[in-house]
């Protein structure tokens, strides 16, 4: 009986982190709770730091954290409010296709301060822009043609936008905490980060 309890106990107590990990609808509001942090989040991390932290990646073909700033950089040029704008003026015209590598040329000569102080800059004119669309369900159920994925609506795209965000925010972590995985010690086996 107290085995059973036990076992009633641990289903239940399973049950509720379920409900807790249950994804939430798109909401322009949550998002924008996101998406208007990204460039201080960046700038608390990154502000100051040595090259050391900003400029090593975690080997051949990936991005260091001042590649991934710039990575973003080339987004809120290229991708999501010009994609936004497609969508909305009905344009069933694929999407111009993004470009991956345009980082590496656009960073070229530029510091990680001057990378921090221009995001922030782009990213509060998109979502100044973004505001200035007054969205409602209807503009958000648009289509637009993705090059690759086909049709999407801006919901997605906004949705993706947020999603983006934080795994880059994520990734930059990453990559900086891999500069000590030789360091730690037996501790490796406790940080997730670095596996």
């Excluded at 070229?108 to 409602?136: C, H, V």
């Excluded at 958000?140 to 919901?155: D, F, I, S, W």
């Amino acid at each position: 009986m107290k085995d059973k309890l036990f076992r009633h106990e641990i289903n239940a107590n399973l049950c509720g982190r379920i409900k807790n990990q249950l994804v939430m609808q798109f909401d322009l509001q949550k998002s924008l709770e996101i998406l208007e942090r990204t460039p201080s989040v960046l700038t608390a991390l990154l502000t100051g730091v040595s090259n050391d932290w900003t400029q090593n990646n975690e080997g051949s073909e990936t991005w260091s954290p001042f590649d991934v700033l710039g990575h973003l950089i080339v987004g809120e040029k290229t991708d999501w409010i010009p994609r936004t704008e497609i969508i909305l003026s009905g344009s069933k015209e694929p999407f111009p296709p993004f470009d991956m590598k345009a980082q590496f040329e656009a960073s070229k000569g530029k510091t990680m301060d001057g990378l921090l102080e221009e995001f922030s800059i782009l990213r509060n004119e998109n979502i100044a822009k973004l505001k200035s669309f007054e969205l409602d369900e209807q503009k958000l159920n648009q289509v637009g043609t993705h090059p690759a994925l086909g049709e999407v609506t801006l919901r997605q795209m906004l949705a993706t936008w947020t999603a983006h965000d934080l795994g880059h925010i994520a990734q930059i972590s990453r990559v900086m905490a891999k500069q000590y995985k030789s360091e730690v010690g037996p501790w490796i086996q406790y940080l997730g980060i670095l596996k």
